[in-house]
């Protein structure tokens, strides 16, 4: 049955890759293409399963339903006329939801905008009738499915994010393909729902004396009022959090980082208003969330727990589920994060996500509780045997301040290496440990690859975060350069062999590495970077809460501002389609530096937008000019 199961996904798959340099190398072509396989899932009945699957590398994917009953035959392929599908998922036994994407340009003050929207689709696993649109009035930037309400077979409630980024939900009937809108959101207004699929709590901005807050309230278990219970301060940053529910409605699983470094779980009693004892978290890692079954048979029973410090944390305290997962993990590599994606009723059947520092990602398929059998991985021509390993350091920046960082060496070749310094974006996000093409793109092409989690990074405690407030560009940026002379004192790096790249923030991090002094860098390469910071007030500054929230923490270093003091080279990219970061803020460095007669470069990318998945395209253009870039024309002839 393995090999047959191996067979049936691939042997249709077209991967032509042309000859490269060296065999150390993974093509470029490898890494750059839709996933091979993704969005797997297996129905409620455990007959067959679904995915968006590639036929060929050089178009887009198709929607895929195998007969778990009948592997030899021919699955059903088929998508939507007019649009990219991203996603899909199971309704039921027999209908899938497809979310699709497409170009959109809008008119907005009188000129045109480049954009996107997304589609959403209702459609026979048999492929025998073109999926049907839904919702073809709405303007959409996001579907997916909020909850199969297992208690009526015939209804699924659909979350829908709407162009101002509000959630709105859908009760869809499935007899008629009719959608009713029972929620509507708005960025004041958020519903978050249980277990069940009804609203549970509810969010709404309010201000009082003491500043702009979240709101949240929730239905008394007994009487039926909303009451509210928590506030949200924006310039406290710190508050409950409300993260699921029990089964029987009356607490609520919260996170809280109140009065602690870091977050952690408790249950709040919607009754009494108490709180209980820490559950999990606040020591070497903040907890983030809670596992709740969606099985219909042990439906909105807890299962475990999520946190994230250096690596991501699990505890599973449900029997059943911790088995489950250890038998899974006991058969698969070890440094691997295996998600439990999706199960049959009768559990016979269990769709499982593998993915670790050096495996994007792999599917596979737990039958009967105890045989795992291979599905495929979405890049099947990256070797991982070519790929590097991933590592925790902490290192301290010149006031002496510890600062955490992943960091990744070439597989081949000798210390000290020509190295790439890589910020994440946000600022208040964080990288993990685990897969990241950029990284290992790099390292596979000899660069050491350091991601500093700088001040004002989120996820590694309030200290952390709240210390990089009003710093942007200096002492933000002092971690990142701190960074680069750590490694170069470790034998690490290079100290004439050093570049930054960064996008989105990190863009914005790229861009001030040019204009600082005494710059240890020979070049920067910025995407989708921010170049005055008083765009970013006006970005904020719209939504009262965003203004006390996190505008108030945005001062520092405009690197437009600064072009004259520009000493080493940069290459600048961005799309034409980012709706996240306008692209007049690469486009405005960019000519500034000409007149100032700097060395830059500039590439704008055709319909890319801001967020991953990009289209292969995308992923072409900007890896091979980066590796160009940093090999040729970073410094004084390359890195």
């Not at 199971?90 to 009188?110: S, T, Y």
């Not at 702009?212 to 310039?235: L, V």
């Not at 009754?271 to 004892?277: D, V």
């Amino acid at each position: 049955m393995k090999n047959s199961l191996q067979s049936f996904l691939f042997i249709s798959v077209v991967l032509t890759f042309s000859a490269v340099a060296s065999a150390k190398q993974i093509p470029l072509q490898a890494w750059v293409h839709d996933p091979v396989i993704s969005s797997v899932n297996v129905n409620p009945l455990g007959d067959r399963l679904v995915g968006l699957t590639l036929t060929d590398v050089n178009k887009p994917p198709k929607v895929t339903v195998w007969d778990l009953n009948n592997m030899q035959a021919a699955p059903a392929r088929f998508s939507p006329k007019d649009s990219k599908p991203l996603f899909v998922d199971w309704l039921n036994n027999q209908k899938l939801i497809v979310v699709g994407r497409q170009k959109f340009d809008v008119r907005a003050g009188g000129r045109f905008v480049k954009t996107f929207r997304d589609k959403i689709y209702i459609a026979d696993s048999t492929g025998k009738k073109p999926p049907r649109e839904i919702l073809r009035n709405r303007d959409i930037l996001g579907a997916s499915i909020a909850d199969r309400l297992p208690q009526d077979k015939n209804k699924v409630l659909i979350n829908v994010v709407t162009p101002e980024f509000a959630d709105d939900y859908y009760e869809l009937d499935l007899r008629n393909y009719s959608a009713k809108r029972v929620y509507r959101g708005s960025p004041k207004n958020v519903a978050i729902l249980d277990s069940f699929g009804k609203v549970a709590a509810k969010q709404s901005l309010e201000r009082d004396k003491e500043g702009s807050y979240i709101a949240t309230s929730y239905k008394h278990p007994q009487t039926g009022e909303w009451d509210e219970h928590h506030r949200f301060y924006a310039k406290k940053r710190r508050s409950l959090q409300a993260v699921g529910f029990s089964k029987n409605g009356r607490k609520v699983y919260v996170t809280d980082n109140r009065d602690k470094d870091k977050a952690v779980i408790r249950t709040y009693d919607i009754a009494e208003r108490t709180l209980s004892e820490p559950l999990f978290g606040g020591s070497d890692f903040e907890a983030t969330g809670v596992i709740i079954s969606r099985h219909p048979d042990t439906l909105g029973d807890l299962l475990g727990f999520r946190g994230v410090g250096a690596k991501n944390t699990i505890k599973l305290v449900d029997q059943k589920a911790a088995t489950m997962q250890a038998t899974i993990d006991s058969a698969l590599p070890k440094n691997r994060t295996n998600f439990i994606l999706s199960m049959s009723n009768d559990y016979s059947k269990v769709v499982v996500l593998s993915t670790g520092v050096k495996e994007p990602s792999a599917y596979y398929l737990l039958q009967n509780e105890k045989e795992l059998l291979p599905l495929g991985r979405s890049y099947p021509e990256i070797d991982s045997s070519l790929l590097s390993d991933m590592e925790y350091v902490e290192y301290k920046a010149r006031d002496g301040f510890t600062v955490p960082a992943y960091l990744t060496k070439p597989k081949f070749g000798k210390a000290p290496y020509p190295t790439v310094i890589m910020p994440h974006g946000g600022p208040w996000a964080r990288d993990f440990y685990g897969w990241d093409l950029w990284v290992q793109y790099l390292a596979n092409r000899g660069y050491a690859v350091l991601q500093p989690q700088y001040r004002g990074s989120d996820g590694w405690g309030h200290a952390l975060w709240v210390a990089g407030d009003n710093k942007w560009g200096e002492l933000m940026q002092d971690d990142k350069d701190d960074g680069a002379a750590w490694l170069v004192k470790e034998g690490v790096a290079d100290k004439g062999r050093i570049a930054m790249f960064g996008y989105s923030y990190g863009g914005y991090a790229a861009m001030a590495a040019t204009v600082r002094p005494n710059s240890p860098y020979q070049c920067a390469i910025a995407g989708a970077g921010l170049s005055e910071l008083r765009t970013f007030d006006k970005l904020t500054f719209g939504n009262a809460f965003q203004r006390e929230f996190q505008n108030a923490t945005i001062d520092g270093l405009s690197p437009l501002d600064k072009v004259k003091e520009a000493n080493i080279p940069i290459y600048i990219f961005h799309g034409d389609r980012d709706q996240r970061v306008p692209i007049d803020q690469s486009r405005k460095f960019y000519k500034a530096l000409q007149k100032a007669n700097k060395t830059v470069e500039y590439n704008e990318i055709p319909d890319l937008w801001h967020s991953f998945p990009w289209l292969p395209t995308h992923n072409v253009n900007v890896l091979k000019n980066v590796e160009e870039y940093l090999a040729t024309r970073c410094g004084d002839g390359g890195l």
